[in-house]
């Protein structure tokens, strides 16, 4: 699989990170030799192999169903840019 | 399982402009977990609080906060897929959900796509006709629900309250074996029964804690058996996802304007898009949701901030041994030990509160009447005040007393429905209240045979009609039951009127 540059400019979309034309020729370079390794790795038969997901046996950790934290809508609105009436205000998105 | 046993009920057929279509619907219905606390923070789920009040530093997903699941969210999806008798995957997993909205401040949601935590499973649908249909489950997995976005509050801005970000939604995705609109409801109302049954999620629609999002698709007829032989969806047209609905009848009227939408497109020599639609109750139409299509690609991975999720057999064991009577089981039974018809049990099961009340007052009386009462008498009155069975001013005991007196001969049915309205509206015990104010049924025979002759003797010109004519006997009946107030007993008098008539 080989990223071009229209690819590489949807990528940037979906992410929400802006990235100028001019710049978007070397970013699908660089993805390319990414996928590049990752082709690499693919190479290697891990048929009937756990994927690994922790490097020490672990358990998921849980929690009780106890209420124990909010009640805090100044911080959480603290960094907001704006908000109003409690509420966070973006700019306006309707479907 | 069950006594009952039903026929399939006939697919919903659409006379299209050219020949006839049928429907086929599959569904995906996201039922909030019934829990204190959220699905990977210790914030409230609580409905209707202060906007942002609910709201830990992970569900505003700060940076460094990590997510730690609530056992209890998984204990309650365990028991849902249980109840739908699905099989429960002791290894399941999460996976990141990737768009960006901003009621959704991590710009991704958790959810379980490649390893879901219930596998398959079923849902009985009965349609009130004796048919049913057997709905299979395809799978249900556990994901955090966004927030809510208000956008009528200022011309220009959109407010954002993050309350609901992270509160547990079991998504039960169904296959798609739904033939019709009716059937979707039914479907939906079925599910809503079970789970509040397991109390695993309230089922309220009106605040959204039950939606669904409806797939949609059309065939012609024998296209569908086709499918079911073959399992090959190639059989089946392209479907169109409708999003979002919680009202049973918005759902209805939306699958049926969908189905009739592609009918034209696909009778016009179109071809159906597949896309995500949303309903317009106002203008009775589905529309594209093109800003969704945009962002389809969610391009899902393993979230890195959570282990798989490993459970064991002994655990699910004790919340299988734990499992209430569900509503299929308990339907069966009241037919089985009360002699109640599908109907009457269908009604009684509906919710457990109207079941329990039900059990009580026919516990050691005649089920059938028993049922008559509550149906008829109680939720016809409850109705009128709109008040639930949960509220109602007349206890078992009570209705149970009414009932005592009337199988007694002490009342009459009629006076019965009088006392029944002293209980609900004044309160007390029925027995005494009939004791106090004298409205004991006459059953001596001397003091109604007294009433029946003054009644003949007053007049000879019936007397003569009702000789020729028995069916007006009736009459003196009705005369002799004025006369007493309502309290002779009906059958001593019938009795009577006949014996004295032809006497």
Known sequence: MSIDESTAARVAKLARIKVEPEALGALAQEFNGIL???????????????????VTPQRLKRREDVVTDGDQQDKVLKNAPDAREGFFAVPKVVE | MLDLTYDTPKPKRIA?????????????????????????????????????????????????????INEYCVEQAVRTGLGLKAEINLKSAFDRKNYFYPDLPQGYQISQLYEPIVGEGEVLVEMGDGTARLVRVERIHMEQDAGKSIHDMDPNMSFVDLNRTGVCLMEIVSRPDIRGPEEAAA????????????????????????????????????????????QDFSHLGTRCEIKN?????????????????????????????????????????????????????????????????????DWVDNIAASLPELPDAKKARFVRDF???????????????????????AQGRDGK????????????????????IANSPVSPAQLGGVI??????????????????????????????VEDRGMKQVTDTGAIEAAVDEIIAANPDQVAKAQQNPKLAGWFVGQVMKATGGKANPKAVNQLVAKKLNG
């Open chain 1, 36 to 54: 590049g390794f990752i082709e690499q790795l693919n190479e290697v038969d891990v048929e009937g192999v756990e994927p690994m997901t922790s």
């Open chain 2, 16 to 68: 299209g402009a050219k020949h006839d279509w049928e429907l086929v619907i599959g569904m995906e219905v996201h039922a909030q977990v019934s829990s204190n606390a959220k699905l990977f923070s210790g914030a409230s789920t609580k409905f209707g609080a202060e906007p942002n009040s609910n709201v830990a530093f992970v569900d505003a997903a700060m940076p460094g906060m990590l997510p730690v």
């Open chain 2, 187 to 230: 479907y939906l109302t079925k599910l809503r029964q079970i789970l509040r049954y397991l109390g695993t999620c309230n089922g309220d629609m009106q605040s959204g804690a039950m939606r669904a999002d409806v797939n949609v698709s059309i065939c012609r007829p024998g296209d569908y058996e086709r499918y079911e032989e073959t």
């Open chain 2, 245 to 313: 609905m919680n009202s049973m009848r918005f759902i209805q009227q939306a699958i049926e304007v969908e189905a009739r939408r592609q009918i034209a497109i696909v009778e016009g020599g179109g071809t159906v898009d597949q896309e995500t639609r949303l309903y317009d109750p106002d203008k009775q139409e589905t529309r594209s949701m093109r800003s969704k299509e945009e962002a389809h690609d969610y391009r899902y991975f393993p979230d890195p901030d959570l282990l798989p999720l490993e459970i064991e057999q």
């Open chain 2, 339 to 361: 002699g109640l018809s599908d109907y009457d049990a269908s009604v009684l099961t509906a919710d457990l509160d109207s079941a329990g009340y039900f059990e009580d007052v």
């Open chain 2, 369 to 388: 009447m028993a049922a008559n009462w509550v149906i008829n008498e109680l939720f016809g009155r409850l109705k009128k005040d709109e008040k639930d």
């Open chain 2, 404 to 433: 005592d007196l009337i199988a007694s001969d002490a009342i009459s049915g009629k006076i019965a429905k009088d006392l029944f309205e002293i209980v609900y509206t004044e309160g007390g015990d029925p027995a005494a209240i």
